[in-house]
């Protein structure tokens, strides 16, 4: 699950990673989804022409309101919130500020991703 607050370049490189690893891993019942918080009418959208040219499978986008969901207590501060859970238990949970998500943190975060798969047998 990640929130979001507008599209960047780096964000779109987290989500198409995280769209292969989820389909890849669809057995698994593996999930995504990008909630951006905003109140920008033309999001829409910009996000269906994203989701097209970046050729995005199993990422689901979505927006809320600025501030997100309340029960999600989402940083107000954080640029972009990436929460790493299975069965409602979260399992690794990062917030970057504008500018702070690049290469060695999605690289971070992807390795955090198979902590929320099953072992394999």
């Known amino acids: 699950m990640i929130f979001a607050r507008e599209v960047s ?29 905003s109140d920008d009418e033309k999001l829409s959208d910009s996000l269906g022409s994203l989701a097209t ?4 499978k199993s990422c689901v986008l979505s927006i809320d309101n600025p501030a997100g969901p309340k029960a999600y207590h989402v940083a107000k501060d954080a640029d972009v919130t990436v929460v790493l859970y299975n069965k409602r238990k ?3 949970n990062y917030a ?5 998500l690049n ?10 991703v198979p902590k929320i798969l099953p072992a394999s047998e």
């Open 9 to 37: 370049d780096s964000l779109t490189s987290l989500v198409k990673k995280i769209d292969v690893i989820t389909a890849k891993n669809k057995k698994a019942r593996m999930g995504s989804f990008v909630v951006f918080l």
């Open 53 to 56: 040219k970046q050729g995005l």
């Open 90 to 92: 979260v399992i690794a």
């Open 96 to 100: 970057f500020k504008k500018g702070q």
């Open 103 to 112: 290469a060695k943190a999605i690289e971070k975060i992807l390795a955090d």
